[in-house]
Structure formats: C-alpha cells, structure tokens
C-alpha cells in the first residue's frame, strides 16, 4: 500500500499571491513540448524553424485551454453551462477535458497550418510527439490536488492501493499515476521513435489516436467515474465513449496513411519528388 503524501497544492504564496502546482504543471507541459518541438525543427524535421515552432505552441495552449474549458462544460457539465452560461468563465472552480482540449488543438493546428501553408496532418504529425509529455505533467497535477482518484482497490495483492482525502475511508487505485504513465511516458516514448523514422503522412498522428485512446480506455476501469455521471450499458464511462471515436479513426487513418503512401521527407520522399 502507498501512503498518498499529503502535497499541499499551493507552491507558492507571497502576500495575497498564490501560485498553485497545477499551473506549474501546465507550464511545465507547454514548456516541454516547446522544447521538444524545437528538436524536432532542428534535428528531426524538415521546413521547420524556430518562428514556427513558437506560432505553433501558442496556437496549441489556446486550443487547450479554451478547449479543454468548454469540453468540460459540454461534455460533464451541459446542464449547469445551459441553465447558467456564466458557469464557462469559472475556471477556479476546475474543470478541464482532455476531448474538449483535443479538439480545441486540431481546430487550432488546422488554423496554424492554413497560415504557413502546410497541410493539417503535416502539422499533427509533427506536434504529436510533443503532446504526451505534457498530459503526463497534467495527470500529476490531478495527482497533487487528490482529484480524478481511483476506484476502490478489491485485492491487494495485485494492485497499488492509497487513501486519497477525497476519496473516503478506503484504499483506491492512483489512476492519475497510471495514467500518466501510460498516456504520458510509454506514449511519448512510442511516439518518438516511431516519429524519427520515415513514415507516411498521417501514420503520427493515427498512433497517437491509437496510443492514447487504448491506454485511456483500459485506465478508466481503475478510475472513479464523476458521481454525477451515467454509465454507458451499465459499465462504460464517458470518458471510455468519447474515447472510442479516437480508436476507430485512429485505425482507419493508420490504414489510410500506409495506403496512400506519402512521405514528406526521407528516402522516399526524395523518390516521390523525382517522379
């Protein structure tokens, strides 16, 4: 059994101001995918620079931030966002989806990539690599504040159990450190090798789909479902349905992209170019 470590989540407090572990989180997720970004432009990638790179980034944190906000509302909080739309602007209250926030980043990179004259899946491709790190740091962030717990351990002897202080008298699983492991580490590991070798267009960005939505599937079954939300077919979560859209397609787009066959660098990029 773990013991959860009590981390109080206000880092820093100087007078009247607070700077809490959660927003050194989401800094620490854009300024890694910034840095990585910046990798890629310069050792990995072609027709990248530094300019671009920056574009790209903020780009990136408005899709999540505004995303991520109204997907919240819409996706768990439709009810309370109709009856009182005022409710949107009430980020101290918390409240972020991971959907909301994906789609937010696509619209954001389709607008990126019609600026500098690239292809959308040009762009995915190249940022999605960058992205796990920062769901990584996220999960941690859930996992300071005690929020998002586990369901409730049934053996022991399989499984990591903690006491979280919001999750009652009883040993629960630490979802958020599953998750950011699986949705974070081993998926921006994967992404990276996978990404620094030729591959068609599109291939990055299906194996993200993929990658994440297998791993947050199968995590939801450790983590609690909000109390205020219905169990699809008496077992699956809502984050377990919005999850099965990024399956499907991302099976088809891996599918597609092997099909159609275009490299954008590479040796075979280099063949396409001189035919």
């Not at 954001?108 to 959308?120: D, E, I, N, P, Q």
Request: charged share 15%.
């Amino acid at each position: 059994m773990l013991t959860y470590p009590q981390i109080d989540p206000i880092a820093l407090a100087i007078g009247p101001l607070k700077i809490h572990w959660y927003g050194i989180m989401y800094l620490l997720a854009f300024a890694g995918a910034y840095g990585l970004a910046l990798w890629r432009a310069r050792e990995a990638e072609r027709g990248w620079t530094a300019e671009h790179v920056s574009d790209l980034v903020f780009y990136g944190a408005l899709g999540v931030i505004l995303g991520g906000r109204i997907g919240y509302m819409l996706f768990y909080q439709a009810d309370t966002l109709f009856s009182n739309p005022l409710s949107l602007f009430r980020v101290w209250e918390g409240g972020m989806s991971f959907h909301g926030g994906f789609i937010g980043v696509m619209l954001a990179m389709v607008l990126f990539a019609r600026k500098y004259g690239k292809t959308a899946f040009q762009t995915l491709d190249f940022i999605a690599p960058c992205v796990p790190t920062g769901l990584m740091f996220g999960r941690l962030g859930n996992f300071i504040n005690g929020e998002l717990w586990g369901r409730p351990v049934v053996d022991q002897t399989y499984a990591l159990a903690m006491k979280f202080p919001t999750g009652g008298d009883v040993l629960r699983h630490p979802s958020q450190l599953y998750e950011a492991t699986f949705e974070g580490l081993v998926l921006f590991l994967v992404l990276w090798w996978f990404s620094s070798k030729p591959r068609p267009r599109m291939a990055v960005s299906a194996l993200f789909l993929l990658g994440y939505g297998i791993a947050r599937f199968g995590i939801e079954f450790f983590r609690q479902p909000d109390f205020d939300q219905h169990l699809w077919f008496g077992w699956m979560s809502k984050g377990q349905l919005l999850t099965v859209p990024m399956i499907v397609i991302g099976v088809w787009l891996f599918w597609y992209a092997y099909r159609r066959n275009v490299y954008d660098w590479g040796p075979r990029a280099t063949q396409q170019k001189s035919q």
